[in-house]
């Protein structure tokens, strides 16, 4: 039995997918010596809806100066936390008295949009080589990580917030409690704090279990963000479903009865209990449903490998660290990792130390088959290699199963 990081209630997991390594930690040789693993077990928690991570390994592990994610590597992702920003700017009618906070601005995707109207911002955030990325774009960042007394500090030092901003943020984060009060205490009477994550539903729905890694502690729905929400004198007002990360949902939080509730967040929680996530046996097929996943693609790489193709990687995701030491895909069935981040390049992937190299060389290696890692991107990758793809070359995904393009 373990206890929930929300309600303290006890609960059972209902996967286990094992030793996992830091999932963004691409290596070098000799720091895969002493390279770290995890227990990596999920549970639901019946109580207050909670999908999480048993075991979460320490935070100073996975964001520090070297964190290998930058989030701008994406064009569609520019693009849409430009379109994020506007929408603030207009809901929250923002000017130059205004102060926007980001928790988890990385290399300042989201916040550039507000520096270039002159809306005051800041960022948080613990990764110092992402945030030096942010600073020179001239946005200023507190290298540090986002809980409750810092945003005593910056409701302090700073004004308080007409909008609080996180992405792909707030499901990393095991210290919820600390995170919802500081909320209450950084955020204006009028004030909203809006993010996104990864949506509990789609990835139950399409088997995306690859967003389950180290960092990703939590899965959230509206049912359980409307549980914490509630127990800090908060209030879920206003849901939007996002195509991003293979299917995400924008939760928006104000001071309890500041602002109407949507219609959007009602008839959310209704599907939801109707799909029945807020019961246990939505969950009992997950772990058959991943291994079904595991078969196909095992079999057709070890039948591309017997039949002579070549087979590399696109995207060194830290989703595909959970796929590759689940499934044991080794650099004997995919030869290597093609990515545009310089950090992750010439390095080794965590656990299955598959090679990680330089994107620059992908069409020059001249591959039968690519296994797209980044699949949540698909539509933007596809779409840039079409040219070199052609007829003869092929396409594997396997979310929600696997599949030959
Ligand atoms: O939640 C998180 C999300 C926002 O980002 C973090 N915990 C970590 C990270 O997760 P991820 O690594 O699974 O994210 P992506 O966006 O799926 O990673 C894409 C990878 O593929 C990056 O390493 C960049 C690379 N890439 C590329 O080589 N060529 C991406 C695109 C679009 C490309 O054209
Ligand atoms: N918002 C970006 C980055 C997501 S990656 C995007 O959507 O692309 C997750 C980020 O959260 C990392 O940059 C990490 O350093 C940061 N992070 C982790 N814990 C945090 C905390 N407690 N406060 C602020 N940022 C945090």
């Not at 992405?167 to 995170?179: G, Q, T």
């Not at 996943?293 to 660290?321: F, H």
């Not at 039968?368 to 698909?378: E, I």
Request: charged share 25%; proline share 3%.
């Amino acid at each position: 039995m373990n206890k929930c990081l929300i309600c303290n209630n006890n609960f059972n997991p209902f996967v286990d997918f094992g030793n996992m390594p830091i999932a963004n930690a691409f290596s070098t040789k000799k720091e895969l010596e002493n390279e770290y693993f995890f227990s990596m077990k999920v549970g639901f928690c019946e109580n207050c809806n909670m999908v999480q991570l048993l075991e979460q390994p320490d935070r100073e592990k996975m964001f520090h100066d070297n964190y290998a994610f930058f989030s701008s590597t994406s064009n569609y992702m520019i693009s849409h936390f430009q379109k994020f920003a506007n929408s603030v700017t207009k809901l929250q009618s923002l000017d130059q008295k205004s102060f926007v906070v980001e928790i988890g601005s990385n290399d300042g995707i989201m916040l550039q949009n507000f520096v270039s109207d002159k809306i005051p911002c800041l960022g948080i955030e613990p990764s110092k080589n992402v945030a030096d990325v942010a600073r020179k774009k001239g946005i200023e960042v507190i290298t540090d990580f986002f809980d409750e007394s810092l945003a005593a500090r910056i409701s302090k030092n700073y004004q308080k917030a007409d909008a609080i901003l996180s992405a792909n943020v707030m499901c990393h984060i095991p210290y919820m409690h600390s995170i919802y009060e500081g909320v209450k205490t950084l955020l204006n009477n009028e004030g909203v704090f809006i993010f996104e994550d990864p949506y509990l539903g789609e990835v139950i729905e399409k088997t995306s279990f690859d967003q389950i890694y180290d960092e990703h502690v939590f899965l959230f729905s509206a049912l359980s963000i409307s549980y914490i929400a509630n127990m800090h004198d908060l209030e879920l007002i206003h849901v939007e479903h996002q195509i991003t990360h293979g299917g995400s949902m924008r939760f928006t939080i104000a001071h309890k009865g500041a602002k109407n509730i949507s219609q959007d967040v009602i008839d959310l929680i209704k599907r939801e209990k109707e799909i029945g996530l807020d019961k246990n046996h939505a969950y009992l097929n997950f772990t058959d449903s991943v291994n079904k996943i595991k078969n196909d693609l095992i079999e057709l790489l070890k039948n591309l490998k017997k039949n002579g193709k070549k087979v590399v990687a696109y995207g060194a995701t830290s989703k595909s660290t959970t796929v590759t030491n689940y499934f044991g895909i080794t650099p004997d069935l995919v030869e290597c990792i093609y990515d545009t981040t310089p950090i992750k390049q010439n390095k080794y992937s965590p656990g299955a130390h598959i090679p990680v190299l330089p994107y620059d060389q992908f069409r020059d290696s001249n591959p039968d088959y690519v296994l797209l890692f980044a699949w949540n991107h698909s539509e933007e990758i596809m779409k840039k290699e079409i040219d070199f793809m052609g007829d003869q070359r092929h396409w594997i995904t396997y979310i929600p199963n696997v599949k030959v393009i």
